[in-house]
């Protein structure tokens, strides 16, 4: 878990000699004892933006239990995804409703927040970072209308950004590129694991920013203390 690369649980139940489901149960009850990562107080320039997840039903026996018996059991509410892999059903092009947005919020002294959100409404920015972001913080985000409603509503300076050439950075040093790179790195840790169910995700997220902020050594001792 702690590894530069984390396996997934085929490969490190390969290299340890158990069961898949053995490492799975392992890893789900190591990560429920995490402590949470997220930060909650946030200051000076603060930015902010969305990635997204894949919805996943990984492990649900919906589809299964639907086809033997369609009276008892309604069908879910998508197809399953290989289906769209295998070109028999069109994937709409875009953001849709299985495209979960996972709020990123960083500030200059290092403070994280990467949790998942229902939407992208102004009601939900306005939940989500009303608690964190003080009214004098400077705000970096893009273009996207409910960040600029939260700032209207709250005083807040606010810097838009965009991601082409010459305008992602504003005045020299207002930009979200430190939001950029973290999501680039959770790409990087999320990709072993294959679309982690999304009931579980929450403590992916944990493990992320754990192993973002904790040396490997700290790391392992926390473990250790809350076992």
Avoid at 149 to 158: P, R
Wanted: proline share 6%; hydrophobic share 40%.
């Amino acid at each position: 878990m702690l590894s530069d690369t984390p396996l997934s649980c085929r490969k490190l139940a390969a290299r340890l000699g158990l069961t898949k489901d053995t490492i799975w149960r392992w890893r789900m009850i190591i990560l429920e004892s995490l402590a949470e990562a997220c930060d909650k107080d946030f200051s000076g320039v603060v930015e902010v933006d969305e990635t997204y997840q894949r919805e996943s039903r990984k492990g649900s026996r919906e589809w299964a239990n639907h086809a033997a018996n369609s009276n008892q059991h309604p069908a879910p509410p998508r197809p399953q995804w290989y289906v769209y892999r295998s070109g028999r059903i069109k994937m709409a092009r875009g953001l849709s409703q299985w495209q979960i947005p996972l709020l990123t919020v960083m500030d200059r002294g290092g403070r994280r927040l990467f949790a998942p959100i229902a939407n992208r409404r102004n009601r939900t920015i306005e939940i989500a970072l009303a608690p964190i972001v003080p009214d004098d913080a400077v705000l970096c985000s893009d273009g996207m209308r409910a960040y600029r409603a939260f700032c209207k509503k709250h005083s807040l300076t606010h810097y838009e950004v965009s991601n082409k050439p010459g305008k992602r950075v504003v005045a020299g040093a207002f930009h979200i590129q430190n939001v950029n790179a973290l999501h680039a790195r959770y790409d990087a840790f999320i990709r072993p694991f294959c679309g982690p169910a999304t009931k579980y995700l929450h403590r992916y997220l944990r493990w992320f920013l754990l192993r973002a902020k904790i040396k490997p050594e700290a790391a392992f001792r926390s473990i250790l203390a809350a076992a």
